[in-house]
């Protein structure tokens, strides 16, 4: 004797036509069907283009008018378009990005949004890297990007520390003053520093550096 199946059903608008589902089904989760996809996209100097990454974004099913940006700015906090995507992001919503260095300035910031977004119930997903932070393996994910911004953390501080060192046993006084002395900036850019790492060390703007060593190659 065949058992009856208890059967709950939804009836919902998809595509402008009323369908039955049957919510018994195994694979059935609302979350798929009501999921929302949005994209990020940021380029960190006004020479980049937004439009790879837009594109990228738009082929992988977001929607322009979910599909948030950002272009470099004076201000190393003025991300217009990541404050306006937290706003509207829900739980159970997607966040569609590019490429692992497109969501933060560096990965502890990238890790600080993960973790952000993780908490209001919103995986996001890197297209090109292919890695997702829901389920059990993006929770993995996360533990093994914080421990590599941890070590990025550590390698700028010794770096910055050998600067200035090196700075101050040739006579370089450090003072209170958040004026930059163009000869740590030189004595940075001699080791092989580059121009960015330069700028987030010195917590100066990156056009500063670029000015110094232009000078410096003048003179």
Do not use: W
């Not at 937004?50 to 099913?61: E, H, N, S, T």
């Not at 003025?78 to 997607?94: F, I, S, T, Y």
């Not at 093994?144 to 910055?160: D, G, N, P, Y």
């Amino acid at each position: 004797m065949i058992g009856h199946r208890k059967t709950v059903t939804l009836i919902c608008l998809l595509n402008r036509k009323f369908v039955i589902i049957d919510m018994s089904c195994p694979i059935f989760d609302l979350r798929y069907i009501f999921m929302r996809l949005f994209g990020y996209a940021r380029v960190s100097t006004s020479q980049q283009s937004l439009d790879l990454q837009v594109r990228a974004l738009k082929d992988a099913g977001v929607k322009a008018n979910r599909i948030f940006t950002d272009k470099a700015s004076g201000s190393s906090t003025d991300r217009e378009g990541l404050d306006l995507l937290r706003m509207k992001v829900e739980e159970g919503d997607v966040i569609l990005v590019k490429k692992l260095d497109r969501l933060g300035r560096d990965t502890a910031d990238m890790i600080q949004l993960i973790k952000e977004f993780d908490a209001q119930g919103v995986a996001v997903r890197f297209i090109d890297d292919g890695i997702s932070t829901d389920g059990d393996m993006g929770q993995m994910v996360v533990t093994i990007l914080s421990a590599v911004a941890q070590a990025e953390r550590r390698r700028i501080l010794e770096r910055t520390n050998e600067g200035r060192q090196e700075a101050k046993l040739k006579g370089i006084k450090f003072g209170r003053r958040r004026t930059v002395d163009r000869n740590v900036v030189l004595t940075l850019h001699q080791k092989g520093t580059g121009a960015t790492e330069i700028a987030h060390q010195l917590s100066i703007a990156r056009s500063t550096v670029y000015k110094i060593l232009e000078d410096e190659r003048a003179s």
